[in-house]
């Protein structure tokens, strides 16, 4: 394996930030397909809209599977090497 350049710190952060962001946003898209909550994105909602619980409910499920994700990331490596 060619060792990490410590002058190419940057373009690392970029290529972490770029493939996590892409992992997470798959991730996301898994659970609206499977209509999962594992996060409670939907307890958060109802706990800022108010009616009645069966209402409320109907709503989140029509707007769970129409949500749009933006995930920011932001990394800073310090280095590269072996830690001994």
């Avoid at 599977?65 to 310090?78: A, G, M, R, S």
């Amino acid at each position: 394996m060619k060792p990490l350049d410590p002058n190419k710190l940057k373009t690392y952060e970029e290529a972490v930030v770029k493939t996590c962001e892409t992992l997470i946003i798959n991730l996301l898209k898994k659970f609206q397909k499977a209509n999962v909550d594992p996060l409670g994105f939907g307890l958060d909602y109802r706990a800022h809209h108010f009616g009645t619980v069966k209402e409320e409910w109907k709503a989140w499920q029509a707007l769970y599977h129409e949500l749009e994700f933006n995930v920011n990331i932001q990394v800073k490596l310090d280095g590269v090497g072996v830690i001994k």
